[in-house]
């Protein structure tokens, strides 16, 4: 039996993982953004340890979520799933003043792996729209670039990626991956997706738990379960590495040595 903590669990791919491993047998700790969220989710998966509570739009409540993983821990494996879509209308920018699909998507796992016990294994979800990603740190945030909410998010999903094998390289101790989940019918999906739960979560229950030598790898990308290409920039070291001084410079936190 393993010990995994799932952030962004109250619905979606979150919370499927989170039964599908519960049905397993694993203990499991779950994350919703709300109290109101929390509630659903014990009610959805009743079988959880703990659910943990904050919204990840902000750096307050980021570190009041990795206090809270802390305490709940320690984990064999993290699943970082919290994020948001692609189809926000205009940028929108946190209390802190950051464009909010990088606070929540990029600079949330960012801190949380800084903060919470190191587990054996780090799964990140990324997407195939990485792909469409800017790899430059020029300007992160969209405060000069005219919005595009999808461009938005596939700089995140790039970001996702980024920061799996920056802390695969700086941790060779942690099996630390990225994965796209495919195109899954959820509520950030849409119901015209063409995946099923099940299909968007087996890959990130098999990294997270199986023994199998397939899985017990790291700095890789993987999809239904297969280790693909991702954008080649994602395997630079120096990109890598700015990312995290980036992020660290953000948060006054630094990735652990």
Known sequence: MARIFVTGSADGLGLALGRRLLADGHDVVLHARNQRRADDTRAAAPGASQVVVGDLATIA????????AER??????????????????????????LEKHFAVNVLAPYLLTCLVRRPERL???????????????DD?????RRWSGSRAYSDTKLWDVVLAFAVARHWPGVLANAVDPGWISTRMGGTGAPGSLDQGTRTQAWLAVSDDPGAKVTGRYFYDMRE????????????QDGLLDYCAGLTGTRLPA
Not at 76 to 93: C, F, L
Not at 127 to 136: C, W, Y
Not at 140 to 144: A, F, V
């Open 61 to 68: 409540d980021m570190l009041d979520v990795a206090t809270q």
């Open 72 to 97: 709940a821990g320690p984990y064999d494996a993290i699943v970082h799933n919290a994020g948001i879509g692609y189809t926000a209308p205009r940028r929108e920018e946190t209390v802190d003043g």
């Open 123 to 137: 799964i990140y979800l990324s997407s195939g729209m990485h792909q469409g990603g800017r790899a430059t740190l």
């Open 140 to 144: 992160p945030q969209w405060t000069s």
């Open 228 to 239: 693909e290409q991702p954008v080649a920039a994602t395997t630079h070291a120096a990109l």
